[in-house]
Protein backbone atom coordinates (compact mmCIF):
# COMPACT_ATOMS: atom_id res chain seq x y z
CA UNK A 1 0.00 0.00 0.00
CA UNK A 2 1.54 3.46 -1.15
CA UNK A 3 1.18 6.46 1.36
CA UNK A 4 1.01 10.09 1.03
CA UNK A 5 3.20 11.19 -1.29
CA UNK A 6 4.42 14.72 -1.32
CA UNK A 7 7.16 16.68 -4.34
CA UNK A 8 9.16 18.20 -4.29
CA UNK A 9 10.89 18.55 -0.21
CA UNK A 10 11.79 21.29 -0.74
CA UNK A 11 11.65 24.88 -2.28
CA UNK A 12 13.07 27.96 -2.64
CA UNK A 13 11.42 30.89 -3.78
CA UNK A 14 12.09 34.80 -3.94
CA UNK A 15 8.73 36.99 -2.78
CA UNK A 16 6.40 37.53 -5.97
CA UNK A 17 6.91 34.33 -7.28
CA UNK A 18 4.53 31.24 -7.89
CA UNK A 19 4.67 27.88 -6.98
CA UNK A 20 2.90 24.65 -7.54
CA UNK A 21 3.21 22.30 -5.02
CA UNK A 22 1.80 18.09 -5.98
CA UNK A 23 0.63 15.39 -3.60
CA UNK A 24 -0.27 11.53 -4.44
CA UNK A 25 -3.19 9.96 -2.00
CA UNK A 26 -2.67 6.87 -0.66
CA UNK A 27 -4.49 4.29 -2.57
CA UNK A 28 -8.31 3.91 -2.25
CA UNK A 29 -8.33 7.45 -0.47
CA UNK A 30 -10.81 10.09 -2.20
CA UNK A 31 -10.71 13.42 -0.10
CA UNK A 32 -7.08 15.40 -0.22
CA UNK A 33 -6.42 18.00 2.45
CA UNK A 34 -3.93 20.72 2.95
CA UNK A 35 -2.87 22.25 5.66
CA UNK A 36 0.05 25.04 6.41
CA UNK A 37 2.87 24.45 9.64
CA UNK A 38 4.54 27.42 10.62
CA UNK A 39 7.80 26.44 12.58
CA UNK A 40 6.53 26.03 15.95
CA UNK A 41 2.91 26.36 15.39
CA UNK A 42 -0.06 23.10 14.42
CA UNK A 43 -1.12 22.41 11.06
CA UNK A 44 -3.19 25.07 9.71
CA UNK A 45 -6.35 23.92 7.61
CA UNK A 46 -6.06 25.43 4.08
CA UNK A 47 -8.51 23.77 1.90
CA UNK A 48 -9.85 20.16 1.70
CA UNK A 49 -11.24 18.37 -1.91
CA UNK A 50 -13.26 15.81 -2.39
CA UNK A 51 -14.16 13.82 -5.95
CA UNK A 52 -12.62 16.71 -7.17
CA UNK A 53 -14.57 19.33 -5.81
CA UNK A 54 -13.59 22.23 -3.25
CA UNK A 55 -15.27 20.92 -0.27
CA UNK A 56 -14.55 23.64 3.19
CA UNK A 57 -11.61 26.14 2.75
CA UNK A 58 -10.14 28.01 5.96
CA UNK A 59 -8.62 31.43 6.32
CA UNK A 60 -6.81 31.72 3.61
CA UNK A 61 -6.77 34.29 0.68
CA UNK A 62 -7.65 33.43 -2.84
CA UNK A 63 -4.16 33.43 -3.78
CA UNK A 64 -4.31 30.08 -2.62
CA UNK A 65 -5.52 27.85 -4.55
CA UNK A 66 -6.05 23.84 -5.40
CA UNK A 67 -7.04 21.32 -7.92
CA UNK A 68 -7.58 17.21 -7.53
CA UNK A 69 -7.62 15.52 -10.15
CA UNK A 70 -9.55 11.79 -11.40
CA UNK A 71 -6.79 9.74 -9.94
CA UNK A 72 -7.39 12.00 -6.90
CA UNK A 73 -3.82 13.35 -6.41
CA UNK A 74 -4.21 17.00 -6.03
CA UNK A 75 -2.24 20.33 -6.50
CA UNK A 76 -1.75 23.35 -4.23
CA UNK A 77 -1.17 26.78 -6.25
CA UNK A 78 0.33 29.98 -4.38
CA UNK A 79 0.57 33.20 -6.16
CA UNK A 80 1.87 36.07 -5.28
CA UNK A 81 4.25 34.68 -2.77
CA UNK A 82 4.80 36.69 0.67
CA UNK A 83 7.33 36.43 3.10
CA UNK A 84 5.02 34.83 5.60
CA UNK A 85 4.19 31.99 3.42
CA UNK A 86 7.41 30.24 4.06
CA UNK A 87 5.92 26.99 5.75
CA UNK A 88 6.15 23.41 5.38
CA UNK A 89 3.08 22.60 3.62
CA UNK A 90 1.18 19.36 4.41
CA UNK A 91 -1.16 17.04 1.89
CA UNK A 92 -3.36 14.68 3.76
CA UNK A 93 -5.73 12.47 2.25
CA UNK A 94 -8.95 10.25 3.86
CA UNK A 95 -11.07 7.46 2.75
CA UNK A 96 -13.92 10.72 3.74
CA UNK A 97 -14.92 13.80 4.72
CA UNK A 98 -15.01 12.98 8.50
CA UNK A 99 -12.12 10.31 8.58
CA UNK A 100 -8.38 9.85 10.04
CA UNK A 101 -5.93 11.58 8.12
CA UNK A 102 -3.01 10.31 6.68
CA UNK A 103 -0.24 12.73 5.81
CA UNK A 104 2.86 13.00 3.54
CA UNK A 105 6.31 14.63 4.84
CA UNK A 106 5.52 17.79 2.89
CA UNK A 107 7.35 20.14 1.44
CA UNK A 108 9.25 22.81 2.54
CA UNK A 109 9.05 26.30 1.33
CA UNK A 110 11.52 29.10 2.03
CA UNK A 111 10.42 32.54 0.37
CA UNK A 112 13.27 34.93 0.18
CA UNK B 1 -13.70 30.66 17.44
CA UNK B 2 -12.84 27.29 18.01
CA UNK B 3 -9.44 27.00 20.13
CA UNK B 4 -7.21 24.19 20.97
CA UNK B 5 -4.79 24.32 24.10
CA UNK B 6 -1.85 21.90 24.17
CA UNK B 7 0.41 21.60 27.84
CA UNK B 8 2.97 21.70 28.72
CA UNK B 9 4.52 23.10 25.30
CA UNK B 10 7.82 21.09 26.26
CA UNK B 11 8.24 18.23 28.65
CA UNK B 12 11.49 16.49 29.22
CA UNK B 13 11.59 13.03 30.96
CA UNK B 14 13.91 10.50 31.90
CA UNK B 15 13.50 7.34 30.28
CA UNK B 16 10.92 5.60 31.96
CA UNK B 17 9.69 8.56 34.35
CA UNK B 18 5.55 8.37 33.19
CA UNK B 19 3.68 11.16 32.75
CA UNK B 20 0.32 13.24 31.48
CA UNK B 21 0.16 15.48 28.33
CA UNK B 22 -2.82 17.66 28.26
CA UNK B 23 -5.39 19.23 25.15
CA UNK B 24 -8.12 21.08 26.25
CA UNK B 25 -10.70 22.45 24.17
CA UNK B 26 -13.36 25.40 23.57
CA UNK B 27 -15.48 24.29 20.85
CA UNK B 28 -18.61 24.04 18.59
CA UNK B 29 -20.45 20.50 17.89
CA UNK B 30 -17.69 17.91 19.71
CA UNK B 31 -17.25 14.73 17.85
CA UNK B 32 -14.21 13.44 18.73
CA UNK B 33 -10.85 14.22 19.18
CA UNK B 34 -7.63 12.52 17.02
CA UNK B 35 -3.84 12.33 18.32
CA UNK B 36 -1.18 12.72 16.24
CA UNK B 37 2.51 12.29 16.52
CA UNK B 38 4.51 14.33 14.70
CA UNK B 39 8.63 13.70 14.01
CA UNK B 40 10.98 16.52 13.07
CA UNK B 41 10.74 17.06 9.37
CA UNK B 42 7.57 14.60 9.08
CA UNK B 43 4.31 14.85 8.65
CA UNK B 44 1.92 14.21 11.59
CA UNK B 45 1.20 10.31 12.34
CA UNK B 46 -2.08 9.00 13.20
CA UNK B 47 -2.25 7.71 16.83
CA UNK B 48 -5.55 7.61 18.01
CA UNK B 49 -9.30 8.32 17.53
CA UNK B 50 -11.92 9.04 20.73
CA UNK B 51 -15.65 9.33 19.99
CA UNK B 52 -17.15 9.10 24.14
CA UNK B 53 -16.58 11.11 27.07
CA UNK B 54 -14.65 8.32 29.06
CA UNK B 55 -13.48 6.58 25.88
CA UNK B 56 -9.71 4.93 26.36
CA UNK B 57 -7.48 3.79 23.69
CA UNK B 58 -3.96 2.18 24.35
CA UNK B 59 -1.03 1.55 21.82
CA UNK B 60 2.34 0.38 23.63
CA UNK B 61 3.16 2.76 26.13
CA UNK B 62 0.49 5.37 25.09
CA UNK B 63 -3.04 5.84 26.39
CA UNK B 64 -5.46 8.23 25.12
CA UNK B 65 -8.53 9.22 27.09
CA UNK B 66 -11.13 11.64 26.52
CA UNK B 67 -13.49 13.73 28.67
CA UNK B 68 -16.31 16.88 27.50
CA UNK B 69 -13.61 19.54 27.74
CA UNK B 70 -10.11 17.88 27.67
CA UNK B 71 -8.31 14.62 26.93
CA UNK B 72 -5.26 13.40 28.18
CA UNK B 73 -2.36 11.72 26.30
CA UNK B 74 -0.54 9.14 29.47
CA UNK B 75 3.01 7.92 28.53
CA UNK B 76 3.55 5.24 30.73
CA UNK B 77 7.59 4.47 31.56
CA UNK B 78 8.49 6.32 28.06
CA UNK B 79 11.69 5.59 25.78
CA UNK B 80 14.37 7.30 24.29
CA UNK B 81 12.14 6.91 20.97
CA UNK B 82 8.86 8.38 21.79
CA UNK B 83 10.39 11.66 21.87
CA UNK B 84 8.33 13.83 19.37
CA UNK B 85 5.77 16.38 19.14
CA UNK B 86 2.16 15.20 20.25
CA UNK B 87 -0.77 17.01 18.41
CA UNK B 88 -4.53 16.48 19.11
CA UNK B 89 -7.42 18.11 17.10
CA UNK B 90 -10.90 17.93 17.79
CA UNK B 91 -13.56 16.44 15.65
CA UNK B 92 -16.67 18.72 14.99
CA UNK B 93 -19.85 17.81 13.74
CA UNK B 94 -19.67 19.25 10.11
CA UNK B 95 -16.48 19.72 10.17
CA UNK B 96 -15.17 17.42 7.79
CA UNK B 97 -11.23 17.62 7.37
CA UNK B 98 -11.11 21.24 8.72
CA UNK B 99 -9.19 20.10 11.90
CA UNK B 100 -7.98 22.88 14.11
CA UNK B 101 -4.85 21.36 15.80
CA UNK B 102 -3.43 22.39 19.58
CA UNK B 103 0.41 23.81 18.67
CA UNK B 104 1.65 20.41 20.32
CA UNK B 105 4.32 19.20 23.46
CA UNK B 106 7.46 18.67 22.41
CA UNK B 107 8.49 15.83 24.30
CA UNK B 108 11.99 14.48 25.03
CA UNK B 109 13.00 11.69 26.73
CA UNK B 110 16.66 10.79 27.86
CA UNK B 111 18.41 7.86 28.85
Known amino acids: ?112 | EDQVTQSPEALRLQEGESSSLNCSYTVSGLRGLFWYRQDPGKGPEFLFTLYSAGEEKEKERLKATLTKKESFLHITAPKPEDSATYLCAPILTGGGNKLTFGTGTQLKVEL
Do not use: M
Open chain 1, 1 to 112: ETGVTQSPTHLIKTRGQQVTLRCSSQSGHNTVSWYQQALGQGPQFIFQYYREEENGRGNFPPRFSGLQFPNYSSELNVNALELDDSALYLCASSQGANEKLFFGSGTQLSVL
